[in-house]
């Protein structure tokens, strides 16, 4: 893996699905489709693993960890109910618009305090070494997950 550490791969996803929204919301018919499941799967896979990574490892040790950690861990509950419910009504639905736009503000402003409220805390707290480790703790549990 070319990342340094688990925050570089964190910035790398939330780059890539920033412009899976920015592509559903663009896009029309299947096109659209194939864009909304592929944003779908990976806010799936980086949600789970900052869950079994990333999350936990900012509670450890302060109280604004433990706040950061636990609105983050709800936000990412509530965007993947989100998806869940556009999947079921489509993308050629008439409600997918508004949801899809909500649930592009959502994935934004979720995305942005984690960047600067719980990246932060992690760079402060975890040491480097186990930084670059949770990089590869990771892409492990994505990559089981997705199997």
């Given at each position: 893996?070319?990342?340094?550490?688990v925050i570089d791969l964190l910035l790398e996803q939330h780059d890539e699905i920033r412009r899976l929204c920015?592509?559903?919301?663009?896009?029309?018919?299947?096109?659209?489709e194939r864009q909304f499941s592929e944003l779908a799967r990976l806010v799936h896979l980086h949600e789970r693993g900052e869950r079994a990574v990333?999350?936990?490892a900012a509670r450890n040790g302060t109280a604004t960890g433990d706040v950061v950690g636990v609105a983050r861990t709800l936000e990412g509950a509530t965007i993947q109910r989100s998806l869940a419910t556009l999947h079921e009504l489509g993308t050629?639905?008439?409600?997918?618009?508004?949801g899809f736009a909500a649930l592009y503000r959502a994935i934004l402003e979720h995305a942005t305090r984690e960047e600067l409220d719980e990246f932060p805390i992690l760079r402060l707290q975890?040491?480097?070494?186990r930084?670059?480790?949770m990089a590869g703790e990771l892409h492990d549990v994505q990559v089981m997950d997705a199997a």
């Open positions: 893996m070319g990342y340094s550490d920015a592509g559903v919301e663009r896009s029309r018919g299947a096109e659209r990333v999350h936990p050629g639905h008439p409600g997918f618009e508004s975890v040491p480097v070494q930084l670059h480790m």
